[in-house]
Nanobody, 122 residues
Framework: VQLQASGGGLVQAGGSLRLSCAAS????????MEWYRQAPGKQRDLVAL???????NYADSVKGRFTISRDNAKGMVYLQMNSLKPEDTGVYYC?????????????????WGQGTQVTVSS
């Protein structure tokens, strides 16, 4: 199972970006899908999470500005980022908890995307 993130870039403060993440592989089901952010010199923090039934949760710092969504049929997760601030700068990673079927059994796994850089200038 692989995740491929895209959509990062350089934007001025107040601008918007939309990140996308595509899951591929022989996946039976995807449960939670998440976006994380890692600022320079800091740990990787959870930004937003969306469950299989589209329930969402956000870090306090992005509530009201970011929206996470997913397309289960396509294996995609998105992060719409509005009113961007310089402190939103970092590498954004997608992650997913999945189930695969192998030899008559179901196995759980977790995959990470490669990261996409978001830079917000002041």
């Amino acid at each position: 199972v692989q995740l491929q993130a895209s959509g990062g870039g350089l934007v001025q403060a107040g601008g918007s970006l939309r990140l996308s993440c595509a899951a591929s592989g022989d996946i039976f089901s995807i449960n939670n899908m998440e976006w994380y952010r890692q600022a320079p010199g800091k740990q990787r923090d959870l930004v937003a999470l969306i469950g299989k039934n589209h329930g969402t949760n956000y870090a306090d710092s992005v509530k009201g500005r970011f929206t996470i969504s997913r397309d289960n049929a396509k294996g995609m997760v998105y992060l719409q980022m509005n009113s961007l601030k310089p402190e939103d700068t970092g590498v954004y990673y997608c992650a997913a908890d999945y189930i695969i079927s192998q030899d008559g059994a179901y196995n759980l796994g977790r995959a990470w995307g490669q990261g996409t850089q978001v830079t917000v200038s002041s």
